[in-house]
């Protein structure tokens, strides 16, 4: 056999390869892949998740399109829910659909992941620029089960780990949502912060654990008031109706610096107005001038009582220092004693 026949049958060879190969992709084009999803929804019928060309679609079990396939990828979240990831566009996103294909949560979510021991789906929302990923959790029915976006979510011993912020919280999910096990947070007073951490018979005394920020907040103003700005007066807008003489400290705390403060029991008070709290504080402050003189340090209880106004921010009502009033008293009684 010559050369010029050899190369006649090595490209012959060569093209029925690849005539082959194009018959082999258009058959896969078109092949399908199909996930059965009991609908439960009243219908009685089944509804079939399909692949083709790369793409979902939703059909009936008796051979019905639904939909056309459009989606890069769908998830079976419940019975008549799934997680659906956008078929198209340079930044595909994931949102929640029913079986109809009808759009429930907008396509706002870079990926959703299955926690199975708390049937929960953490959802991370896809971030705007160079932003931290932040996390929605929505249960296995479908339902989100808080409005706040979570910087982590994590599950450690049973127990789901989250953080907003210098917020952290332990919880667990329930029938009735998220349980709120444990919470600590830390609140600026001037260069000094402010801790808070609670047990789960503390947060299930709030109306929500979201209320132990606010109240956490709420204090860390109050004693920026005494310690970081004593000379400015308390804003007008922030005192309440029920005790306000109590918040007025005049020049006490001038001239002292805050050094620790721990808030150590939140008392909810009864009442037919608006929530009302009652908050001790562990306080160690002194003079400015004490320098390492751990003698001067002074070391008290203040009670800080909040309320909710119309508006529903918290305004302080009542005020006291134990310390201080301990020493008042003392100096009152001496003062007392020594007139003729």
């Known amino acids: 056999m010559d050369r010029r026949m050899k190369l006649l049958i090595l490209a012959l060879l060569t093209a029925i390869l690849i005539l ?8 896969m084009e078109g092949k399908e892949t199909d996930h059965i999803l009991t609908d439960n929804a009243g219908s009685g019928s089944s509804v079939t998740l399909y692949v083709q060309n790369g793409l979902w679609g939703i059909r ?8 056309e396939p459009r989606w890069s990828d769908l998830k079976v979240m419940n019975d008549t829910m799934l997680i659906a990831k956008e078929g ?9 659909i029913d079986n109809k294909g009808d759009a429930l949560v907008p396509y706002v979510y870079s990926g959703f992941t299955l926690m199975e021991e708390q049937d929960l789906w953490v959802a991370e929302l896809a971030p705007e620029d160079d932003a931290q990923p932040q996390y929605h959790l929505y249960s296995t029915e479908g339902l989100l089960c808080s409005m706040t976006p979570w910087d982590s979510c994590s599950e450690e011993n049973g127990l789901l780990h989250l953080t907003e912020g210098s917020n952290r919280y ?7 949502g998220l349980q709120f096990q444990s919470h600590y947070s830390e609140h600026s007073v001037g260069l000094r912060k402010l801790t808070m951490e609670l047990d789960t018979n503390a947060l ?3 109306h929500t654990a979201h209320t132990a920020t606010a109240l956490g907040d709420a204090a860390a103003g109050f004693l920026s008031y005494l310690f970081v700005t004593p000379d400015t007066p308390l804003d007008s807008a922030l005192i309440g109706s029920e005790n306000p003489s109590s918040l007025l400290v005049g020049s006490r705390y001038i001239g002292y610096r805050l050094q620790s403060a721990a808030v150590s029991r939140v008392t909810p008070l009864s009442g037919d107005g608006l929530p009302a709290y009652r908050m001790q504080i562990q306080v160690r402050y002194a003079p400015a001038d004490a320098g390492n003189d751990a003698s001067r340090i002074i070391t008290t209880a203040m009670v800080l009582t909040v309320a909710r106004n119309g508006n529903g921010d918290f305004v302080y009502t009542a005020f006291s220092d134990i310390q201080a009033e301990l020493a008042a008293s003392a100096k009152l009684r001496n003062h007392t004693a020594a007139q003729p």
């Open 170 to 176: 332990t919880a667990l999910h329930t029938e009735q």
């Open 60 to 67: 009936t079990n008796s051979g019905r399109t639904v939909t």
């Open 20 to 27: 082959t190969a194009a018959i082999a992709s258009l058959a």
């Open 204 to 206: 299930a005394r709030l």
């Open 88 to 96: 198209t566009g340079t930044r595909r996103r994931y949102g929640i």
